[in-house]
């Protein structure tokens, strides 16, 4: 399996962090390696010093497609959770500076932690997700699906004209505003619909 992540796609995060207003949506890959198993801390790594948590809703793809149809594409994926695209800002500081590919800061292991998945159609509100996460017990981070630039359905036709998807990949759709630092100690909840999804702690 694979786990394919859009970046820059609510605006106020790209405010936050100074980028540009992408016209197509932008992806990177993470391996599977980058999977925490649930109950496991997350452990600091030691190339790092500037961590940061990206709270993300996740798809999962349910069959097999290649260059799909925007408007077939809600057949593609079925489930749905929340996850931590966790990021080596320092890292992707100087890969941007240097023009150098982002995979040293995004893709190491344990860097996408996902909780266990929900049917979309059991959803309260499809149409517009809500998700967050509570950092030592504060919300930091609160998002709206309707908020996103690019749909679940264009991300999915788009993708899938470079990448063939199949049954069991996960899509990260980007994170809303409110993206920091996460320290040794720190203790993450996540939440899909105001329910508490999954928690960890960093060590
Ligand atoms: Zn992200």
Redo the contacts with the bound molecule.
């Keep these: 399996m694979k786990i394919i992540?859009?970046?820059r796609?609510y605006l106020a995060h790209i405010r936050e962090l100074d980028n540009d207003l992408p016209t197509e949506p932008m992806f990177f890959m993470k391996p599977e390696t980058a999977l925490l198993s649930a109950g496991e801390a997350f452990p600091y790594p030691d190339f790092s010093n500037e961590i940061h948590y990206?709270t993300?809703l996740v798809l999962r793809i349910c069959k097999l497609g290649k260059a799909i149809d925007e408007k077939m594409a809600s057949e593609y994926y079925d489930a749905i959770t929340v996850g931590i695209?966790f990021?080596a800002r320092d890292l992707q500081s100087q890969c941007k500076a240097k023009g150098h590919p982002w995979e040293m800061a995004?893709s190491f292991d344990y860097s996408a932690p996902i909780g266990e998945f929900k049917k979309i159609s059991e959803l309260r509100n499809p149409a517009d997700i809500a998700f967050g996460m509570k950092l030592n017990g504060e919300w930091v981070q609160q998002g709206h699906s309707r908020d996103m630039i690019f749909s679940f359905d264009r991300i999915i036709a788009y993708v899938s004209r470079f990448v063939t998807l199949n049954e069991g990949d996960f899509i990260?759709t980007?994170?809303p505003q409110g993206?920091g630092e996460v320290h040794i100690g720190d203790n993450l909840e996540l939440f899909l619909e105001n329910e508490f999804v999954f928690g960890f702690k960093v060590k």
């Design positions: 992540c859009i970046g796609n990206e993300e695209d990021t995004k990260f980007g994170t993206v």
